[in-house]
């Protein structure tokens, strides 16, 4: 018999670990919440329509089409089939496909749903999303992400905004960051000055693999889509400029001002630098050129958070997309949202051990009895603790003592009731300390107040 096993890149979480991972979750969203965000979920599948051509060449490969009901071969000649083309094919037998990010879905919903909701639009999501990407660590076929977005606004407010909540998160969660910031703006007047200005995006998809292959690598792709030799000689000198952010974009101003792109770009980032200033944002804010994020859909500012202890990839991305509701429909509505990567969070916090020792989803108390009558008894007291709030769990059978108290410790539950017929007499519970070993006769009301403490 076959052994089971699930596809490379998507994993199996347990009780202990969807605690952990509910931890992340719980703590975004109560962040989201406090900036005045709003839940919405769409579904794991959208039309290939809605899909190809929002994320470049290179994204629409990494989408997982699904085949359609039925004989989805029936409509396919023979001579079709033999041509192998499997693009052609696609568009036969396919016409959905799982999402690949929560944006262009987000998209989609706000133009459907333009007339039930309000503008500004502030949403937050937390949903899987799947791309057929190469399985590797801290990058997953199938994984979260909590995106919060704001639609109807084009203040850089919103930017701010977006920052404050990154810095708010990772200080709840224990976890020192960098934010790297750029913009699209800046990136086009520099394609626009070197003479390249129609290979904008094959540009930016190459530097933005600076960090992962190296500078020489990137100069042979960018070589590589047909730009010419002496573009690249010019683009050297702005991918390695340094100091800090000031000087940075003081430079810039020289290199960029017969581009009228890349200065509104500059004026964009120095507005939102000073408010991060103006405001005392904890974490770095850093501008870096590098940074591209290969999406197509970016027009303004763009986001990438980096981990400072642990080596992995960008933990939360995102920028500003001006024309992104345009391909729906509806013109002029600019939008700007940044993304948590769960999973990527939930690596970091596992390598740096960073949980907090309980979680609200843990068994404060176990009943552990050794008859009918006792397991009745402890029954009234657990409905008692449960309508305190207090997660309780009653042994489902009388079993040896032994048995109970390893349940206990598997699920490391910190307190067990243990009932007997004295302690039924004297209507108490004997309560252990699972920690201490300490044990201790209480009422019902003694047993509440020392529980709800832990």
Not at 161 to 187: F, G, H, M
Not at 390 to 399: Q, S
Request: glycine fraction near 8%; aromatic fraction near 8%; hydrophobic fraction near 40%.
């Amino acid at each position: 018999m076959q052994k089971p096993s699930i596809p490379k890149g998507t994993r199996d979480f347990t009780p202990r670990e969807m605690a952990n991972r509910n931890y992340i979750f719980s703590t975004i969203k109560e962040v989201f919440r406090l900036y005045g965000f709003q839940q919405i979920e769409t579904p794991a599948m959208e039309n290939l329509s809605t899909l190809m051509g929002k994320y470049g060449e290179e994204g629409d490969k990494l989408l997982f089409k699904i085949l359609n009901s039925g004989d989805f071969i029936g409509n396919v000649s023979e001579a079709e089939l033999n041509e192998r083309n499997s693009v052609k094919l696609t568009n036969k037998i396919s016409e959905k496909g799982l999402r690949y990010d929560l944006t262009v879905p987000f998209a989609r919903f706000v133009v459907q749903n333009r007339d039930k909701i309000s503008f500004p639009f502030k949403r937050y999501q937390i949903q899987p999303v799947w791309r057929a990407d190469r399985p590797q660590k801290g990058r997953y076929r199938e994984f979260y992400q909590c995106d919060v977005d704001v639609v109807g606004s084009d203040s850089l407010l919103n930017e701010l905004e977006l920052i404050q909540i990154v810095d708010e998160v990772y200080r709840r969660l224990n976890i020192r960051v960098a934010i790297k910031l750029n913009n699209r703006k800046i990136l086009s007047g520099i394609a626009e000055i070197i003479g390249e200005a129609e290979k904008i995006t094959d540009i930016t998809v190459a530097i933005d693999k600076l960090d992962k292959i190296g500078l020489d690598k990137v100069n042979e792709e960018i070589a590589s889509r047909g730009i010419a030799a002496e573009a690249i000689a010019r683009l050297q000198p702005i991918l390695k400029l340094s100091g800090n952010n000031g000087e940075k974009l003081e430079q810039l101003k020289e290199v960029l001002k017969d581009s009228a792109t890349g200065l509104k770009g500059i004026d964009e980032m120095e507005t939102i630098l000073g408010l991060c200033e103006a405001m005392r944002v904890a974490t770095p804010v850093e501008l870096d050129l590098t940074l591209a994020r290969g999406l197509n859909y970016y027009t303004g500012a763009i986001f990438e958070v980096k981990a400072l202890d642990v080596q992995i990839g960008s933990i939360t991305g995102g920028g500003r997309y001006d024309n992104l509701t345009g391909v729906f429909g509806l013109e002029g509505v600019s939008g700007v949202g940044i993304s948590f990567g769960a999973d990527r969070i939930y690596d970091v916090l596992n390598q740096l051990n960073l949980y907090p020792e309980t979680s609200v989803e843990q068994t404060r108390v176990l009943f552990v009895t050794f008859g009918w009558n006792e397991l009745k008894y402890s029954l009234s007291w657990a409905a008692h603790l449960r309508s305190q709030g207090i997660n309780v769990e009653v042994y489902p059978e009388p079993a040896k003592m032994k048995k109970q108290m390893s349940y206990a410790d598997g699920k490391q539950i910190p307190y067990v009731a243990i009932v007997g017929e004295n302690e039924m007499n004297k209507n108490k519970v004997m309560l252990k300390d699972m920690k201490s070993g300490e044990q201790r006769l209480v009422s019902l009301e003694d047993m509440a107040g020392a529980i709800s403490q832990i």
